[in-house]
């Protein structure tokens, strides 16, 4: 897309504040909002729309690899809690209002991070799952298509 207008991509202005002994300036400056561009790749032929094996492998490796780290972060986390709350049960803060306070914060968000955690593993697990499936229907497709073929060729090749 081009420019609709012959501005430039961003305007600005310097203005001098308050008279001081020492000029100070302030500025301000404000996109043009009437400029709009795709980005390259995106649009046209240089946008890539196809898929092969090869690239399905490497997404389904790297979501299994997030999972598996997500995971073992899920797993080690015990480990900051035992820190902060040793066996005999005291914060390792202190005893005072606002270590305590501290503590009671610090648990809820230990708490939310480790759920968040677990849920962000499985979600790229069950990715990782469902682009396995997209691939074994992109491999029975070629499949298909490729018997079709040699059909075609069976049906094709005794009438020639």
């Known amino acids: 897309m081009t420019d609709r207008t012959e501005q430039p991509d961003r305007f600005q202005a310097r203005v001098p504040s308050?008279?001081?002994l020492t000029p100070q300036f302030r500025g301000v400056s404000v996109d043009n909002i009437n400029k709009a561009e795709a980005p390259e790749g995106l649009a046209g032929t240089n946008a890539v729309t196809e898929w092969d094996a090869d690239s399905l492998d490497k997404a389904i490796e790297w979501l299994d690899y997030q999972s598996r780290y997500l995971e073992k972060l899920?797993?080690?986390?015990?480990?900051?809690?035992q820190l902060m709350v040793p066996a005999d049960g005291k914060s390792s803060l202190g005893s005072f209002p606002m270590a305590q306070e501290l503590a009671g914060k610090h648990s809820g968000l230990?708490?939310?991070?480790?759920?968040s955690l677990k849920t962000q593993s499985d979600n790229l697990d069950r990715a990782a799952q469902a682009l396995r499936k997209v691939k074994e229907n992109y491999q029975t497709?070629?499949?298909a298509n490729?018997?079709?073929?040699a059909q075609?060729?069976?049906i094709f090749g005794g009438t020639a």
Request: charged share 25%; net charge negative; hydrophobic share 35%.
């Open 18 to 20: 308050v008279p001081t």
């Open 74 to 81: 899920y797993y080690r986390m015990p480990e900051i809690e």
């Open 110 to 115: 230990y708490a939310t991070t480790r759920a």
């Open 141 to 143: 497709a070629e499949a």
């Open 146 to 149: 490729e018997m079709s073929a």
């Open 152 to 154: 075609m060729r069976q």
